[in-house]
């Protein structure tokens, strides 16, 4: 018996075409257990077994499958980070809200349309989104605050989310979990999310997600620093309808003092890539000259810092060169392009093109296709600016995934459980018959 299981698992893992190291990065479960998978030590979940069967490793690259582990929603989906990430570990994406045209377009340049992509969530009714084992948002947040639920009480208004949320677009995220109560969900938001209005902001959100809607979260800050070289720092609220044991300061971060370094996303202009019009162009793959500054863009940023450091600020610009980490990428980047300038010599600073901003973001990288850029540079600039970063994801996905399953497994239990019980009167119905 243990000669034939340990076959069976042997012969999935090798037409998986995964290595044990890619199978157990993309499970969540370490090495050592793969291994005795193999040796047939130890029987993996029926989850894990069917996923392996259902693996397609093309061209060097992870495909969804079409009966994929889990299924998934991207709401406010800007150019898809959410959604290369939780592919990764054998999701499928079923629905995808984004209210930017301009996003719309590269979204859909990078995915191809096996379904729709939706605009305006505020719009969509919940009962119009399909049924889903996870949600994924990074969701815009804006301003609101606790109020007082006796006094709406006395007006005779609503309380809880629907009133303490109403008019953010969290509210409509909120909504959506309350209506299809997914297993799992990932939200994410900028740092200061947690100090917002002093705080109340997030005590909504905490109070929406866990008492109103019964979720158990976890939350963490993750600098992106160890994957990329950028210091950027974002909260990751993770949430399960079920306590799973889910710890999210288990999660392993590379450490951002040894992260990458520019010289790994910078376009190396020695004609060892390709030429990309209008970024670079042959035979040496030199940068197009608009990516240098003006000399009265450049003065003015000088002249700005000068300004502000004899005041005893810190405003200024951020010069780079091939050894350094960057400042954050913000949306705001195409407007002067002052907060990750790179060094030239004997020429003045320069500009990111909008593919080293796809690289510094994790959308390009080593093992995969590269990220199509279908719009203007100002458009591209925005949207990464505005993006996740994808390996951060993937990570935060990889260590999520056990988690789901458990929730996913127990459902299935249940349902079982229900088809399965016959109620009293119904045998007495069947025995009088």
């Known amino acids: 018996m243990l000669v034939a299981r340990q076959s069976e698992i042997s012969r999935l893992i090798e037409r998986s075409g995964l290595s044990k190291k890619e199978i157990a990065s993309r499970t969540g ?21 069917d996923w392996l069967s259902r ?40 629905f995808t809200s984004e209210w930017d045209p301009p996003c719309r377009t590269t979204y859909q340049a990078n995915f191809p349309c096996d379904h729709p992509v939706e605009g305006d969530i505020t719009a969509i009714a919940e009962e119009e989104i399909p049924a889903h084992d996870v949600l994924l948002a990074g969701f815009p947040c804006q301003p609101f605050s606790i109020a007082g639920v006796s006094k709406k009480n006395a007006l005779g208004m609503k309380h809880g989310f629907a009133c303490d949320t109403q008019g ?34 997030f005590r909504v959100i905490r109070k929406t997600l866990q008492e109103e809607l019964g979720y158990h979260i976890e939350w963490r800050v993750i600098n992106a620093k160890g994957f990329v070289p950028q210091n950027r720092e974002r909260i990751f609220i993770a949430g399960f309808r079920e306590n799973t044991d889910f710890d999210f300061s288990k999660l392993e971060i ?4 040894d992260g990458p370094v520019m010289r790994t996303i910078l376009h190396p202009q020695d004609g060892s890539e390709p030429e990309e019009l209008p970024y670079t162009h042959a035979p040496d793959g030199k940068i197009d000259s608009k990516y240098t500054l003006t000399e009265k863009l450049w003065s003015y940023l000088e002249n700005y810092a000068a300004k502000h450091k004899a005041r005893g600020n810190g405003f200024g610009f951020g010069l780079v060169g091939p050894e350094d980490t960057s400042r954050t990428l913000s949306a705001r980047y195409y407007k002067d392009g002052s907060e990750i300038l790179v060094r030239q010599h004997g020429k003045r600073p320069r500009r990111l093109t909008p593919r080293e901003c796809a690289r510094l973001m994790g959308f390009d990288g080593p093992g995969r296709p ?9 458009q591209a600039y925005r949207q990464f600016g505005n993006a996740v970063v994808v390996p951060v994801v993937e990570t935060v996905a990889r260590f999520m995934l056990p988690h789901i399953l458990t929730v996913m497994e127990n459902d299935e239990k249940q349902a079982a459980l229900e088809l399965e019980f016959v109620p009293m009167e119904e045998e007495l119905q069947v025995a009088s018959a």
Not at 76 to 94: D, L, M, P, T, V
Not at 180 to 192: D, G, I
């Open 29 to 49: 479960y370490n090495i050592r257990t793969i291994y005795r998978w193999r040796s047939g030590e130890t029987t993996p979940k029926k989850t894990v077994t």
């Open 55 to 94: 693996q397609a490793w093309i061209n060097g690259q992870y495909r969804p499958t079409e009966t994929p582990l889990f299924t998934f929603i991207d709401l406010f989906a800007g150019i898809g980070g959410f959604r290369i990430g939780f592919e990764s570990i054998g999701g499928r994406c079923i």
């Open 168 to 201: 953010t677009l969290f509210f409509d995220t909120a909504r959506i979990i309350a209506h299809h109560r997914p297993a799992a969900f990932l939200l994410e938001n900028v740092k200061n999310l947690v100090s917002h209005d002093g705080g109340n902001t």
């Open 254 to 257: 590379p450490d951002p003092a």
């Open 370 to 378: 590269r990220f199509e850029i279908p719009v203007s540079d100002t």
